[in-house]
């Protein structure tokens, strides 16, 4: 009950195209969805994130699509750059505030 | 704002030897939580400190121990150190139950 389940594994997108990834999560007590980008080396950055009330939520190119009764949530990132590039792992927090990680994408975009 | 601070960023220890990581929380923020992120896997929650307690538990042996001191900063002490330690140790901040911020981690190789 404390999964999240994350794919595709990685997933490959022409510059310009649109990245998707989806998450599954079974735990309804979780009050709170992140998005973290991650390049090598380096720690996890939150994208965007957010919370069970809201069914979308948009900054810029990233788009949080939630689905309360299906239990989902996804990542859309439009006119996908080279630069974003990196792994993406979408997180669910419990109760008290622990953040529970999916298993990662890792996303290549080719000019 | 010089965000969250982790120190040492890498290090190489012998299976057996005791490490200790640091972290100073990003400024205002007073909860500190601890992570550990294999090579191609999602960070795994270690454990949670509010008001210099620890707060919450992940599923990791008593090799793993804390401490938040009163400026909010934190150490993550591993006894015993095995093979299998060897990981990216991420640290995140928080104020209350806002967004968490991670540092640029701990790479630890145990050989």
């Known amino acids: 009950q404390q999964q999240v389940k994350q794919s595709p594994q990685s997933l490959i997108v022409q510059k310009g195209g649109i990245s998707i990834i989806n998450c599954a999560y079974e735990?309804?007590?979780?009050?709170?969805f992140p998005w973290y980008q991650q390049f090598p080396g380096k720690g996890p950055a939150l994208l965007i994130a957010i919370r069970p009330d809201v069914s979308e939520k948009k900054e810029g190119r990233f788009t949080i699509s939630f689905n309360k009764s299906a239990k989902q949530f996804s990542l859309h990132i439009m006119d996908s750059q080279p630069g974003d590039s990196a792994t993406y792992f979408c997180?669910?927090?419990?109760?008290?505030?622990?953040?529970?990680f999916g298993t990662g994408t890792r996303l290549q975009v080719f000019p | 704002d010089a965000g969250v601070t982790q120190s040492p960023t890498h290090l190489i220890k012998t299976r057996g030897q005791q490490v200790t990581l640091r972290c100073s929380p990003k400024?205002?923020?007073?909860?500190v939580s601890w992570y550990q992120q294999a090579l191609g896997q999602g960070p795994q929650f270690i454990f949670q400190?509010?008001?210099?307690?620890?707060?919450q538990r992940g599923n990791f042996p008593d090799r793993f121990s804390g401490h938040q001191f009163p400026n909010y900063s934190s150490e993550l002490n591993v006894n015993a150190l095995l093979l299998g330690d060897s990981a990216l140790y991420l640290c995140a901040s928080a104020w209350g139950n806002t967004e968490a911020f991670f540092g640029q981690g701990t790479r630890l190789t145990v050989v």
């Open positions: 400190y509010y008001e210099e307690e620890e707060r």
């Open positions: 997180a669910a927090r419990g109760v008290p505030d622990k953040l529970i």
């Open positions: 735990n309804t007590a979780f009050d709170y």
């Open positions: 400024s205002g923020h007073d909860t």
